[in-house]
């Protein structure tokens, strides 16, 4: 059935109604006063949604996020991790198996928060390693079917642990593929596994044998992770891959000096290679010139009050305020930017085909032929509905109503 969504603002902009059908927004024109659908002339049947002059926007792609790696909804735990990345996965295996709640109960409810506040399309991790083996990545499996109709989610069958500190690992990984995994992920090739080459050989080598994309954390910082990028680079230009890697994290994007940062900015646009960021303090990417560059840029939310970090809700639009926050953006266009990042960039990065952001002023994705991903929300304007991250929300999956006023329908 033809949805209406009345009075609503698209980007903030002037009130319209929108219509959506077949899942892809059919038209957008002046708020009706005689109860016709704009652009049908008043014929045939169509739900409506009252948008109370509430701001249209594409609804959130997180990009970035461990659905097998959450405790919310639980009582809260005290961190006890210590820093590093080894260390912190061992203090995540040593007590991720005694929580209050099943790994599939919680990542089905941290999921089932995510799109209640807003966010439709999802590339979740899950982490198979010689200690898990397909435990988790089946749990996340296991969200996905019982969210299906109100979410799009990729799996990333993610190597937490490296490929080569113990035996088994790549096995396990290539298992995970068999299944049914849309991504191979890698990490660190240098810092955690310390062979780069065997490392990425393994990750590539496998993306090449299942056609699948490849999306690698890379923690690592300064030269090193500038070193482990350009074999990255390398390893997508020999094997035709451009469009299909991302890059997670990227610290050292935020270290390098102007001239390599530039070089290297220039590659990863010329390959196609995209960015993923959780938007971390301390290791702020530069937003502005990636984009500027063409270079696909999303925002993710990472594991959520697990045991890696106590931070993280499940609300991407709380993730947008911290990635303006963290740039240090006070201008609307710039934090209107990292809304389009939140929303347009993601799903860019999970489709390379999908419409990109072409600026830092663009705002795509409410136009006639978009697909109807969509996320009403409330404020005077984006930046305003940035700051307060009120609750008046109201989530659209595929032209459908799956959540409102923060929960599930």
């Given at each position: 059935?033809?949805?209406?969504l009345?009075?609503?603002?698209?980007?903030?902009?002037?009130?319209?109604?929108?219509?959506?059908?077949?899942?892809?927004?059919?038209?957008?024109?002046?708020?009706?006063?005689?109860?016709?659908?704009?652009?049908?002339?008043?014929?045939?049947?169509a739900?409506?949604?009252?948008?109370?002059?509430?701001?249209?926007?594409?609804?959130?792609?997180?990009?970035?996020?461990?659905?097998?790696?959450?405790?919310?909804?639980?009582?809260?735990?005290?961190?006890t991790?210590?820093p590093?990345?080894?260390?912190?996965?061992?203090?995540?295996?040593?007590?991720?198996?005694?929580?209050?709640?099943?790994?599939?109960?919680?990542?089905?409810?941290?999921?089932?928060?995510?799109?209640?506040?807003?966010?439709?399309?999802?590339?979740?991790?899950?982490?198979?390693?010689?200690?898990a083996?397909?435990?988790?990545?089946?749990?996340?499996?296991?969200?996905?079917?019982?969210?299906?109709?109100?979410?799009?989610?990729?799996?990333i069958?993610?190597?937490?642990?490296?490929l080569?500190?113990?035996?088994?690992?790549?096995?396990?990984?290539?298992?995970?593929?068999?299944?049914?995994?849309?991504?191979?992920?890698?990490?660190?090739?240098?810092?955690?596994?310390?062979?780069?080459?065997?490392?990425?050989?393994?990750?590539?080598?496998?993306?090449?044998?299942?056609?699948?994309?490849?999306?690698?954390?890379?923690?690592?910082?300064?030269?090193?992770?500038?070193?482990?990028?350009?074999?990255?680079?390398?390893?997508?230009?020999?094997?035709?891959?451009?469009?299909?890697?991302?890059?997670?994290?990227?610290?050292?994007?935020?270290?390098?000096?102007?001239?390599?940062?530039?070089?290297?900015?220039?590659?990863?646009?010329?390959?196609?290679?995209?960015?993923?960021?959780?938007?971390?303090?301390?290791?702020?990417?530069?937003?502005?010139?990636?984009?500027?560059?063409?270079?696909?840029?999303?925002?993710?939310?990472?594991?959520?009050?697990?045991?890696?970090?106590?931070?993280?809700?499940?609300?991407?639009?709380?993730?947008?305020?911290?990635?303006?926050?963290?740039?240090?953006?006070?201008?609307?266009?710039?934090?209107?930017?990292?809304?389009?990042?939140?929303?347009?960039g993601?799903?860019?990065?999970?489709?390379?085909?999908?419409?990109?952001?072409?600026?830092?002023?663009?705002?795509?994705?409410?136009?006639?032929?978009?697909?109807?991903?969509?996320?009403?929300?409330?404020?005077?304007?984006?930046?305003?509905?940035?700051?307060?991250?009120?609750?008046?929300?109201?989530?659209?999956?595929?032209?459908?109503?799956?959540?409102?006023?923060?929960?599930?329908?």
């Open positions: 059935m033809t949805m209406v009345r009075n609503v603002r698209p980007w903030g902009g002037d009130p319209a109604d929108v219509t959506l059908d077949a899942g892809v927004i059919t038209a957008v024109g002046p708020v009706a006063t005689d109860g016709a659908a704009p652009g049908d002339g008043g014929t045939g049947p739900a409506t949604v009252d948008g109370r002059g509430r701001i249209l926007l594409p609804s959130f792609s997180d990009v970035h996020v461990h659905l097998d790696s959450t405790r919310l909804g639980l009582p809260f735990r005290p961190h991790g210590t590093g990345v080894w260390n912190m996965m061992l203090n995540d295996r040593n007590n991720w198996r005694d929580a209050e709640a099943s790994i599939t109960e919680r990542a089905t409810h941290t999921l089932g928060a995510m799109i209640s506040r807003g966010t439709t399309r999802v590339r979740s991790y899950a982490q198979v390693d010689a200690d083996g397909l435990e988790r990545f089946e749990a996340v499996l296991a969200a996905r079917e019982t969210r299906r109709s109100r979410a799009d989610v990729a799996v069958a993610f190597p937490q642990a490296g080569l500190r113990e035996p088994g690992s790549a096995e396990v990984l290539e298992e995970a593929l068999k299944l049914g995994a849309d991504v191979v992920g890698g990490i660190d090739p240098c810092a955690l596994d310390r062979d780069p080459v065997r490392h990425l050989d393994i990750v590539f080598g496998l993306a090449e044998k299942y056609g699948l994309p490849v999306d690698i954390h890379l923690h690592e910082p300064g030269q090193l992770g500038l070193f482990s990028t350009q074999l990255i680079l390398e390893r997508t230009k020999a094997l035709g891959m451009q469009g299909l890697v991302t890059i997670s994290h990227a610290f050292c994007l935020a270290e390098l000096p102007a001239v390599e940062l530039d070089e290297l900015i220039g590659q990863m646009a010329a390959l196609d290679v995209s960015v993923a960021t959780v938007a971390p303090a301390g290791w702020v990417l530069p937003l502005e010139q990636l984009t500027a560059a063409g270079v696909r840029v999303g925002l993710g939310e990472d594991g959520q009050r697990d045991y890696w970090s106590p931070y993280g809700n499940a609300d991407m639009l709380d993730r947008t305020w911290q990635l303006a926050f963290t740039n240090k953006f006070r201008a609307d266009q710039l934090i209107e930017h990292c809304a389009a990042v939140a929303g347009i993601g799903a860019s990065v999970i489709d390379p085909a999908a419409r990109r952001l072409a600026s830092v002023a663009d705002r795509p994705g409410l136009s006639v032929g978009d697909p109807a991903e969509l996320v009403l929300v409330e404020g005077d304007t984006v930046s305003a509905a940035v700051m307060d991250k009120l609750p008046g929300r109201t989530v659209i999956h595929r032209g459908t109503v799956v959540a409102d006023r923060l929960q599930l329908l």
